[in-house]
Each structure stands twice: as structure tokens, then as C-alpha cells.
């Protein structure tokens, strides 16, 4: 193993399981209780952004206004939706690749850890049967900055024991990207390599990675 690789940090929706169908689904039905529509479209630029975060720009969108306390609720609300749908989500759902590439990783010796502005990680990573693989879990319910922050990376860093610069984050949005560089880590972009510019190498999913791809790095 190439010493200054020992540790993995995944962002999740995207990169492991894709449950942007299902936040959109939440969001959607959200907007139509007052009175607006939400696009797919939208629903991208939502990606790696906190759930207050993300109402805050539904309610822009809509050219709704709501006190703190209403949006608390609002968010509550989608939260349930979205939940009611992961909880009926099974190992079938996870993306190509990804269970082959964390059984490699994980029994060549890497650290991993999960990253994400997700507050229902734990959930997601259970019903697809990946928990197992994942020695830290940092999620929406333990840090309070959303990315490009790199609060979320850093703090997985620092629960593995390893400085940033021994660790590649796996990203499929431009700010969790941004956030990994700015927390002084490595990152592979699971996308386009037209939005994913500031990655150091750029896939279309986990299946396309080798233990070698991260030697290279």
C-alpha cells in the first residue's frame, strides 16, 4: 500500500446508493403542500447540502417565506416522507462496483469511513447490508457545516487517526470535492469530470476503481 493512502472517505448518496430519487420525491411532494412545483433539475443543485440548507432554497424557489419555527416543521415533514421510502430500500440498490470495492479496500487494510450530510446514514447503510465495511461514521447528526466545508472530512480523518493527506474522499458533488481539497485531501469525483473539475481523478462509479487507482494517487 502506498504510504500516504491509508484512508477512504465516502460521501454517500451518489457514490454508494442513489437516493436522490428518493429526496426528490420528499421535496416534491413537500412544494406541492404549498402550492409550487419542483424540478429534477433543482433536486441537483440540492446534493450535498444539509436539510435547512436545502429547504431554505425549496422555499426561495417557491417564493415562500416561514418563520423558524414552521420550518422546522416543513423539514420534519419531508424527513418522514424520505424516510418511509429508505426504509423499504434493500442491498439491490447500492451502485455497480461498490460492494466488490469496499470488500478490496477493506481486507487490503484501508480505513474507512463515511462522510455525509445525510442524518439518516446509519439507516441507509443497514438496509443495503454496507455498514459492516465502515470503521467511522460521520453524518448530518455530527457536525454542523454543511460542504464545501471539509468539518465533515476532517473529523472522519481525525476518528481514523490519520492526518487529511493520508486520506481520499469519494465525491460525486462539486462542493464535497471543494471540501476535500480544502481540508487537504485527495479526491475522486464519481461523475462528470466537466462539473467534477478540482478532483484528482474523476470516474462514472466504483466500478470502474482499483485498489492500484488509489497507489496512483
Same mark, same amino acid.
Given at each position: ?6 484512508? *477512504? ?10 437516493? @436522490?430519487?428518493?429526496?426528490?420525491? @420528499? ?6 403542500? +404549498? ?12 446534493? $450535498?447540502?444539509?436539510? +435547512? ?9 417557491? #417564493? ?6 414552521? !420550518?422546522?416543521?416543513? @423539514? ?14 434493500? @442491498? ?21 469511513? *463515511? ?29 454542523? #457545516?454543511?460542504?464545501?466545508d471539509p468539518e465533515v ?11 487529511? !493527506? ?17 481540508? $487537504?485531501? #485527495?479526491?475522486?469525483?464519481? $461523475? ?12 462514472? $462509479? ?12
Amino acid at each position: 500500500m502506498k504510504e500516504n493512502i491509508k484512508g *477512504l472517505l465516502f460521501d454517500l448518496d451518489g457514490v454508494l446508493v442513489d437516493t @436522490a430519487v428518493y429526496h426528490y420525491q @420528499a421535496w416534491l411532494r413537500l412544494a406541492k403542500t +404549498m402550492g409550487f412545483e419542483f424540478s429534477e433539475k433543482q433536486n441537483e443543485e440540492l446534493k $450535498g447540502i444539509s436539510r +435547512m440548507d436545502s429547504l431554505d432554497k425549496v422555499l426561495g424557489w417557491g #417564493k415562500v417565506t416561514k418563520s423558524d419555527e414552521e !420550518k422546522l416543521e416543513l @423539514a420534519t415533514k419531508k424527513n418522514d416522507w424520505y424516510v418511509e421510502m429508505i426504509n423499504k430500500m434493500t @442491498a439491490d440498490e447500492i451502485l455497480p462496483g461498490v460492494l466488490e470495492f469496499l470488500k478490496s479496500t477493506y481486507e487490503a487494510g484501508y480505513k474507512i469511513a *463515511l462522510g455525509s450530510a445525510s442524518k439518516n446514514a446509519n439507516i441507509i447503510l443497514k438496509k443495503t447490508n454496507i455498514a459492516h465495511f465502515f470503521d467511522v461514521i460521520v453524518d448530518g447528526n455530527s457536525v454542523s #457545516k454543511s460542504k464545501p466545508d471539509p468539518e465533515v472530512f476532517l473529523k472522519g480523518a481525525e476518528l481514523l487517526h490519520l492526518e487529511p !493527506k493520508e486520506c481520499v474522499v469519494f465525491e460525486d458533488a462539486a462542493a464535497g470535492i471543494e471540501a476535500a481539497k480544502r481540508g $487537504g485531501m #485527495k479526491a475522486i469525483g464519481i $461523475g462528470d469530470k466537466n462539473i467534477l473539475t478540482q478532483a484528482d481523478k474523476v470516474v462514472s $462509479g466504483l466500478d470502474k476503481l482499483t485498489i492500484q487507482d488509489l497507489k496512483e494517487l
